[in-house]
């Protein structure tokens, strides 16, 4: 299985971001996925899950702003990204939920 993130950069805050995980080597519509992030110094920690079934689930940090999605045609997951805080500044990761396999990371970066 392979990851590819993308869509990360560089946005003033209040602004907006969407990412992008590009999956390949499985079955990605049978899959639930997530959207991990790891600030500097800080232990990696969820910020949002979609099922195979389209149900998503947020961490309360991100949950209004953020909007998680995917598109199995494409085998492609989304992470929509409003309202951004310097806070979020960190480096994004996919993740297959139930498989150890990750992505390769895409740095976010909030600052005016």
């Known amino acids: 299985a392979q990851l590819v993130e993308s869509g990360g950069g560089l946005v003033q805050p209040g602004g907006s971001l969407r990412l992008s995980c590009a999956a390949s080597?499985?079955?990605?519509?049978?899959?639930?996925m997530g959207w991990y992030r790891q600030a500097p110094g800080k232990q990696r920690e969820l910020v949002a899950i979609?099922?195979?079934?389209?149900?998503?689930n947020y961490a309360d940090s991100v949950k209004g702003r953020y909007t998680v999605s995917r598109d199995n045609a494409k085998n492609t997951m989304y992470l929509q990204m409003n309202s951004l805080k310097p806070e979020d500044t960190a480096v994004y990761y996919c993740?297959?939920?139930?498989?150890?396999?990750w992505g390769q990371g895409t740095q976010v970066t909030v600052s005016s």
């Open positions: 993740k297959i939920l139930s498989l150890a396999y």
């Open positions: 080597g499985f079955t990605f519509s049978g899959y639930g």
């Open positions: 979609i099922s195979a079934g389209g149900t998503t």
